[in-house]
T-cell receptor, first 111, second 115 residues
């Protein structure tokens, strides 16, 4: 069955440190991949998406993600985390008919 | 873990009819429910946010009389697409926030096709 895996439930990083959130997808053909962020009480906000082309995708708020077909991964990165980045992050993949979400990674940023 | 049961998973209806989609939190209390729709190969679009016992807050451009949202209890929220038309065909998905715990859980989505 199609699935998206986010292995890390909770990550804590220091402000200014680099960040990488992991995501693995399972749909083998041409995946359409997304990263969303959700702050408390807010709806999802799209950070970036990958459909085709350059495998390194730039998003908003200084985030980027790299699509690696060989690893079935689409990890999200940020070189320097800000306190306002503390939120829940979701990776998603859309297949032929449905949209699949990972279980989310909660990011805590410490001063 | 927390589970949100969403059904139906797929529905085909005739133009002009109404369709109700349910999202039920099975083992937690969902104080807030988010409703999204997604067109093929597009990102999610937030339609509305509903808090238990109060009226839903709709995003700009979403017709509240067409997309009726009810969140009468801490475990159930419904989205009713009234007088559906083919352009309403889409993938609808809910997400519930966990009371007192934090975090969000998504339903499995509903594929609506209006013919």
């Amino acid at each position: 069955a199609q699935s998206v895996t986010q292995p890390d439930i909770h990550i804590t990083v220091s402000e200014g440190a680099s960040l990488e959130l992991r995501c693995n997808y399972s749909y083998g053909a041409t995946p359409y991949l997304f990263w969303y962020v959700q702050s408390p009480g807010q709806g999802l906000q799209l950070l970036l998406k990958y459909f085709s082309g350059d495998t390194l995708v730039q998003g908003i708020k200084g985030f980027e993600a790299e699509f690696k077909r060989s690893q079935s991964s689409f990890n999200l990165r940020k070189p320097s985390v800000h306190w306002s980045d503390a939120a829940e992050y979701f990776c998603a993949e859309t297949g032929a008919n449905n949209l699949f979400f990972g279980t989310g990674t909660r990011l805590t940023v410490i001063p | 873990g927390a589970v949100v049961s969403q059904h139906p998973s797929r529905v085909i209806c005739k133009s002009g009819t109404s369709v109700k989609i349910e999202c039920r939190s099975l083992d937690f209390q969902a104080t807030t429910m988010f409703w999204y729709r997604q067109f093929p190969k597009q990102s999610l679009m937030l339609m509305a946010t509903s808090n238990e016992g109060s009226k839903a807050t709709y995003e700009q451009g979403v017709e509240k009389d067409k997309f009726l949202i009810n969140h009468a209890s801490l475990t159930l929220s419904t989205l009713t697409v009234t007088s559906a038309h083919p352009e309403d065909s889409s993938f609808y998905i809910c997400s519930a926030s966990h009371r007192g715990v934090g975090g969000y859980t998504f339903g499995s989505g509903t594929r609506l096709t209006v013919v």
